[in-house]
Every structure is written in C-alpha cells, then in structure tokens.
C-alpha cells in the first residue's frame, strides 16, 4: 500500500504551522529589539501550489510528473507600524496569527482524527 495523500498534505501542513509558529515566536521575541524587522513565512497555498501530485501510471501512454517540491522560504511581513527604534513588530497583530495557528492546528487534528477513523472502519469491514 502506497501512502495516502491526505495524510501526506496534513503533515506538509502540520510542518508548515511548526515553521510558522517559530517565525512568530521569534517575532515576539524580539519585540523590542530595534531595528528588528518581523519575519513570517510564505503561505500555505503557494507552497501547496508548487507540490506535484504524485501520479500511479498504470500504461505507458500516461504523463508522467516531477518530484515533489519543498518550499520554506522566509519573506518580510507587512507590519501595522514601525516604531522610533524601527522595530516593525505588532504584538497584537503576532497574537492573531499565532491564534490563527492554533485554529489551523485544530483543524487539521481533527480532519487526520476523521479520515483515520474512516480507514480503520473501511478494514474492519
């Protein structure tokens, strides 16, 4: 049995909210560091787009894909403001995300929870 491509997409995701969440602990680190720059990965959705789907070619006449693209490139965030020390760091705006992290976290336990509870009542059967 191959892998299965939702779980491989969950933990594509999963690391991407590991990297992310890093970038933002960072960030809040370095609050008042000045001339600290925050940081933020590139979305989710682009590293998605840049993934190839790998393919089972069952005849000859099937295309054929590349490899798999792994993407983690850091990229400037656009911050509220920037203050006298020219620290660009917004706590409150570093809390939303790291909400939305956990948010996305939560989602994406229970979607594995789901499906592998599907595929263990697909064998039972």
């Known amino acids: ?18 990297l992310r969440q890093a970038a933002i602990s960072t960030n809040v680190a370095n609050a008042n560091t000045p001339g600290y720059r925050a940081q933020d990965i590139e979305p989710f959705n682009k590293i998605l787009d840049a ?16 490899s798999r693209v792994e993407a983690q490139a850091m990229r ?10 020219g620290n660009s760091v917004s706590l409150e705006q570093e809390m939303l995300k790291a909400g939305d992290i956990n948010r996305d976290y939560s989602l994406n ?11 263990m009542s697909s064998m039972k059967a």
């Open 51 to 66: 993934k190839v789907v790998p393919v089972t070619v069952t005849s000859p006449m099937h295309i054929t894909t590349g």
């Open 76 to 85: 400037k965030e656009k911050t509220w403001d920037t203050v006298h020390s």
């Open 1 to 18: 049995m191959g892998p299965v491509y939702l779980l491989d997409l969950a933990s594509s995701h999963e690391r991407w909210l590991s």
């Open 109 to 119: 336990t229970a979607i594995v929870k789901s499906f592998h509870r599907m595929f």
